[in-house]
Protein backbone atom coordinates (compact mmCIF):
# COMPACT_ATOMS: atom_id res chain seq x y z
CA UNK A 1 0.00 0.00 0.00
CA UNK A 2 1.26 3.34 -1.00
CA UNK A 3 1.83 5.83 2.19
CA UNK A 4 2.79 9.06 2.25
CA UNK A 5 6.52 8.34 3.40
CA UNK A 6 9.10 6.95 0.84
CA UNK A 7 9.17 3.60 2.88
CA UNK A 8 5.52 3.53 3.32
CA UNK A 9 5.30 0.37 1.12
CA UNK A 10 4.96 -3.26 1.98
CA UNK A 11 6.45 -5.58 -0.76
CA UNK A 12 6.68 -8.59 1.69
CA UNK A 13 4.89 -11.05 -0.21
CA UNK A 14 7.15 -10.11 -3.50
CA UNK A 15 10.15 -11.64 -5.46
CA UNK A 16 12.56 -9.48 -6.73
CA UNK A 17 15.05 -10.19 -9.18
CA UNK A 18 17.93 -7.55 -9.28
CA UNK A 19 20.57 -7.76 -12.11
CA UNK A 20 23.38 -5.35 -11.16
CA UNK A 21 27.19 -6.13 -11.69
CA UNK A 22 28.02 -3.56 -9.65
CA UNK A 23 28.83 -4.65 -5.92
CA UNK A 24 27.99 -1.57 -4.37
CA UNK A 25 25.05 -0.28 -6.34
CA UNK A 26 23.27 -4.09 -5.99
CA UNK A 27 23.88 -3.59 -2.06
CA UNK A 28 22.55 -0.18 -2.49
CA UNK A 29 19.37 -1.57 -4.19
CA UNK A 30 18.90 -4.34 -1.92
CA UNK A 31 19.05 -2.35 1.56
CA UNK A 32 16.53 0.15 0.07
CA UNK A 33 14.28 -2.83 -1.03
CA UNK A 34 14.77 -4.32 2.49
CA UNK A 35 13.06 -1.27 3.99
CA UNK A 36 10.09 -1.74 2.36
CA UNK A 37 9.96 -5.52 2.85
CA UNK A 38 11.16 -6.77 -0.35
CA UNK A 39 12.20 -10.36 -0.88
CA UNK A 40 15.55 -9.72 -3.28
CA UNK A 41 17.38 -12.35 -5.74
CA UNK A 42 20.64 -11.17 -6.95
CA UNK A 43 22.21 -11.85 -10.54
CA UNK A 44 25.38 -10.25 -11.50
CA UNK A 45 24.90 -10.31 -14.76
CA UNK A 46 22.41 -10.67 -17.93
CA UNK A 47 23.22 -14.17 -18.38
CA UNK A 48 22.82 -15.84 -14.44
CA UNK A 49 19.71 -13.73 -14.88
CA UNK A 50 18.35 -15.57 -17.95
CA UNK A 51 19.20 -18.74 -16.02
CA UNK A 52 17.25 -18.08 -12.97
CA UNK A 53 14.11 -16.71 -15.05
CA UNK A 54 14.61 -20.25 -17.14
CA UNK A 55 15.18 -22.10 -13.41
CA UNK A 56 11.15 -21.96 -12.92
CA UNK A 57 11.87 -19.50 -9.73
CA UNK A 58 9.60 -17.50 -9.19
CA UNK A 59 9.99 -13.95 -9.65
CA UNK A 60 6.84 -10.85 -9.22
CA UNK A 61 10.01 -8.50 -11.21
CA UNK A 62 13.09 -7.92 -12.62
CA UNK A 63 15.00 -4.77 -11.73
CA UNK A 64 18.02 -4.99 -14.84
CA UNK A 65 21.03 -3.04 -15.17
CA UNK A 66 21.44 -2.38 -18.96
CA UNK A 67 25.75 -2.42 -19.05
CA UNK A 68 26.53 -5.75 -17.85
CA UNK A 69 29.49 -8.12 -18.85
CA UNK A 70 28.51 -11.50 -20.69
CA UNK A 71 24.93 -10.46 -21.62
CA UNK A 72 23.93 -7.21 -21.52
CA UNK A 73 20.39 -5.59 -20.28
CA UNK A 74 18.81 -5.39 -24.00
CA UNK A 75 19.55 -9.11 -24.92
CA UNK A 76 18.93 -10.73 -21.53
CA UNK A 77 15.49 -9.03 -21.43
CA UNK A 78 14.39 -10.13 -24.73
CA UNK A 79 15.50 -13.78 -24.17
CA UNK A 80 13.48 -13.15 -20.94
CA UNK A 81 10.45 -12.10 -22.23
CA UNK A 82 10.83 -14.95 -24.91
CA UNK A 83 10.30 -17.07 -21.82
CA UNK A 84 8.28 -15.45 -19.32
CA UNK A 85 5.97 -12.71 -21.17
CA UNK A 86 4.04 -11.68 -18.06
CA UNK A 87 7.43 -11.12 -15.68
CA UNK A 88 7.48 -7.56 -15.67
CA UNK A 89 11.30 -6.31 -16.22
CA UNK A 90 12.23 -2.53 -15.67
CA UNK A 91 15.28 -1.15 -16.92
CA UNK A 92 17.92 0.60 -14.59
CA UNK A 93 20.62 2.86 -16.39
CA UNK A 94 22.69 5.97 -15.92
CA UNK A 95 22.27 6.55 -19.53
CA UNK A 96 19.22 8.89 -19.57
CA UNK A 97 18.97 9.49 -23.57
CA UNK A 98 15.83 9.17 -25.05
CA UNK A 99 17.08 6.68 -27.51
CA UNK A 100 18.38 4.39 -24.33
CA UNK A 101 14.54 4.74 -22.94
CA UNK A 102 12.88 3.29 -26.57
CA UNK A 103 15.57 0.66 -26.98
CA UNK A 104 14.67 -0.32 -23.13
CA UNK A 105 10.77 -0.49 -24.50
CA UNK A 106 11.69 -2.34 -27.56
CA UNK A 107 13.47 -4.47 -25.96
CA UNK A 108 10.48 -5.22 -23.84
CA UNK A 109 10.77 -3.54 -20.66
CA UNK A 110 7.45 -2.41 -18.70
CA UNK A 111 9.61 0.43 -17.14
CA UNK A 112 12.38 2.63 -16.87
CA UNK A 113 14.55 4.36 -14.40
CA UNK A 114 17.56 6.41 -14.59
CA UNK A 115 20.45 6.14 -11.93
CA UNK A 116 20.89 7.03 -9.35
CA UNK A 117 17.41 5.90 -8.47
CA UNK A 118 15.15 7.61 -7.28
CA UNK A 119 13.23 5.53 -4.64
CA UNK A 120 10.27 6.90 -3.91
CA UNK A 121 9.81 6.94 -7.77
CA UNK A 122 10.94 3.19 -8.09
CA UNK A 123 8.10 1.93 -5.18
CA UNK A 124 5.60 3.92 -7.17
CA UNK A 125 6.53 2.07 -10.41
CA UNK A 126 7.07 -1.46 -8.61
CA UNK A 127 3.53 -0.83 -7.32
CA UNK A 128 1.49 -0.28 -10.37
CA UNK A 129 3.03 -2.81 -12.04
CA UNK A 130 2.29 -5.78 -9.37
CA UNK A 131 -1.03 -3.68 -9.32
CA UNK A 132 -1.09 -4.86 -12.95
CA UNK A 133 -1.00 -8.40 -12.03
CA UNK A 134 -3.59 -8.53 -10.12
Do not use: W
Not at 9 to 30: A, P, T, Y
Not at 76 to 95: D, F
Not at 121 to 129: G, P, S, V
Amino acid sequence: MAGKGKYDFDFSDKMVLVVEDNQISFKLIHAVLTKVRTNVVHATNGKKAIEACASGAHFDMVLMDMQMPEVDGLEATRRIKEIRPELPIVATTANTYDETARACKEAGCDGFLTKPLQFRKMFELMQALFDQQE
